[in-house]
């Protein structure tokens, strides 16, 4: 059983698994409606990885990844105008309110798209639609928000239970330390859309027996959540998510059993 004091933590850690899972939903929103040409800084993926984001098993799969009580690692990564950075960069340009190294973002600059409402257009998650400005707005806001709340919870668990939040972001406890400091004038930095679903790689080892390339696959860490909690992946496979460089993600058999996955969803 947990006493008060534990319990106070789990459930902080919870609302930022949670806040979590809400930023991958918003992001979904937000790409179907954003036109593919100009938005490619907003692309986390592959166009295959994106297409899964619409697939009809979405659902089922985030809502999955949402009823996961613990995990070793963030299903979320910083990136910057289309550059993937640590969390250690992005926390440190947060506390220093570093404003050249966070983007920048008039919210006004929609209207000067250069396509109509209206418009005729493919979709940065590849559907065809009609181009509206003022849906970019209101999944940006969402987004936005999103953000915001999941930051302030990882701020609050920082204080309550630093240690965890070096392991699940890779952190060192000096950076963590700092992060506990941080503001809402900070967050006011963030004028654009800074996390993105995080995207985990695999490749298989060459074999000496075997003249075939090495082949590679990904898959959204949160699908390798999903799949872990609904029971089509082992257990320890939950550990490709720890932000740990110690760890070996090129094994044998994790590729074998991610690609036996992958082609059954696909």
């Known amino acids: ?67 996961v009580s613990n995990r070793p690692g963030s299903l979320l990564v910083p990136c910057i105008k289309g550059r993937e950075i640590t969390w250690a960069q992005f926390i440190g340009a947060l506390v220093n309110e570093d404003s050249n190294f966070l983007p920048d973002y008039d919210p006004d600059s929609t209207d000067e798209s250069i396509y109509y409402k209206g418009e005729k257009v493919t979709f ?25 709340d999941y930051l302030m919870n990882v701020n609050f668990a920082a204080r309550l239970f630093p240690e965890f939040i070096s392991i699940y972001f ?10 506990q400091d941080i503001g809402v004038s900070s967050l006011s930095l963030l004028q654009d859309c800074v996390l993105f679903p995080r995207v985990i790689h695999f490749k298989s080892e060459p074999s000496e027996e075997s003249l075939a390339t090495p082949v590679k696959a990904s898959a959204w860490a949160y699908e390798v959540l999903a799949d872990v909690k609904l029971g089509y992946l082992n257990a320890d496979l939950m550990e490709l998510l720890r932000y740990d460089t110690r760890f070996a993600n090129n094994r044998q058999d994790i590729f074998t059993l991610l690609c036996d996955s992958q082609s059954m969803r696909d």
């Open 170 to 179: 890779g952190l060192k406890s000096e950076t963590v330390s700092d992060f």
């Open 124 to 148: 940065l998650n590849g559907e065809m639609g009609s181009f509206d400005p003022n849906q970019v707005k209101k999944y940006r806001t969402f987004i936005m928000n999103a953000q915001n």
């Open 1 to 67: 059983m947990f006493n008060e004091s534990d319990q106070y933590v789990k459930n902080a850690l919870i609302q930022i698994f949670r806040s979590e899972i809400n930023v991958i939903r918003c992001y979904r929103e937000f790409i179907k409606a954003l036109p593919l040409h100009g938005s490619s800084i907003y692309q986390a993926g592959s166009n295959l990885l994106l297409n899964r984001l619409q697939h009809d098993n979405f659902t089922q799969a985030i809502d999955a990844a949402f009823s």
